[in-house]
């Protein structure tokens, strides 16, 4: 009997270290790999900073908006706005993708453009010239950007790095700029921007001029949606008007992020982060195809564990 009650120990220790090792696995939350950050890490680092002192750097940013701007677009992620009349619809799209992937790593990007004046993210070296800084917070008639000085402070310092052909005769910022060609984000610049920054495989169909060859649209976005993000080069012009007929200017103008998509009846229901929010948008599958002049899809490159 004692030889069976040995036996028996023998047996069921094994099976017992197994369960709770199972247990505990199914306890402890598991990280999605596929992101580098998540928002619940970026809050409560965000959370922890009570007060900033003013920048030396950024003269015309008050300390107390700047943080309130950082902790608004943390808890709330879609409420970031490029403002209106600006050129920086491209730099709100890619600041959408950021905080989808890092927002941690976006709270600590700003808040060290803040306090040194200059900053690494992926692969790019900020480093903003003295016209932007003393620009960064005096931005007027803007919306709620007028508000934002932290989203100021970020639009302008990308579009003072980076820089595409439309730069070409406007370099160097002036005031007002942030309306003009100096601003401005190609289709090639934007891309070329998400893979300097973000941790992405960018694949690419289309032009500033010459709309994507791809032979069904609605059909190609939806499968290329179900592995990755989605952003859409389009001509905006239409899109906010009332009478979807004719195309007064046909080019490509606004960044979009494609969130849902389905059809019916050949109509297309499409749903999109635009500017501060999601909105839905229903159009034939030919204007659909008419208004698109670039397609962006982005996967998670493959990172290897040593």
């Known amino acids: 009997m004692k030889v069976k009650g040995i036996v028996i120990q023998s047996f069921l220790l094994p099976l017992l270290i197994c369960f709770f ?3 505990q696995c199914w306890a402890t939350p598991v990280k999605d790999s596929s992101v580098i950050s998540t928002q619940k890490e970026a809050i409560a680092f965000i ?3 009570k007060e900033l002192q003013p920048s030396k750097h950024w003269p015309n940013i008050k300390p107390a908006l700047f943080l309130q701007n950082i902790k608004s677009v943390i808890y709330k992620p879609l409420s970031i706005y490029p403002g209106n009349s600006t050129n920086f619809c491209g730099y709100g799209a890619l600041t959408y993708l950021i905080l989808e992937d890092d927002p941690l790593g976006y709270a600590k990007l700003l808040l060290q453009l803040y306090k040194e004046g200059k900053a690494k993210f992926g692969n790019a070296r900020f480093n903003p010239s003295a016209h932007v800084k003393k620009q960064a917070g005096l931005l007027k008639y803007k919306g709620i950007l007028d508000i934002h000085p932290a989203e100021q402070m970020w639009y302008l310092s990308l579009a003072d790095h980076y820089k595409g052909y439309l730069n070409f005769f406007n370099r160097t910022y002036s005031p007002g700029d942030e309306n003009l060609f100096w601003a401005s984000v190609n289709y090639a610049k934007f ?3 998400v893979r300097a920054l973000l941790n992405y495989k960018v694949h690419a169909r289309g032009s500033d001029l010459i709309r994507p060859r791809v032979a069904d649209q609605f059909q190609y976005i939806s499968e ?3 592995t990755g993000i989605v952003v859409l080069y389009i001509n905006n012009r239409i899109v906010r008007k009332k009478n979807h007929v004719t195309i007064k200017l046909a080019v490509p103008t606004h960044f979009i ?5 389905s059809e019916e009846n050949k109509m297309i229901t499409f749903v999109y982060w635009d500017y501060g929010g999601k909105t839905q948008l229903q159009i034939s599958k030919a204007f ?7 397609i ?3 996967t998670k490159k493959e990172t290897h564990v040593e």
């Open 296 to 298: 962006s899809d982005f």
């Open 21 to 23: 090792a199972i247990v």
């Open 257 to 261: 992020v494609a969130e849902k998509i």
């Open 47 to 49: 959370d922890e900073i």
């Open 224 to 226: 290329k949606m179900k």
């Open 191 to 193: 891309n070329r921007m």
């Open 288 to 294: 659909f195809k008419r208004i698109i002049f670039g």
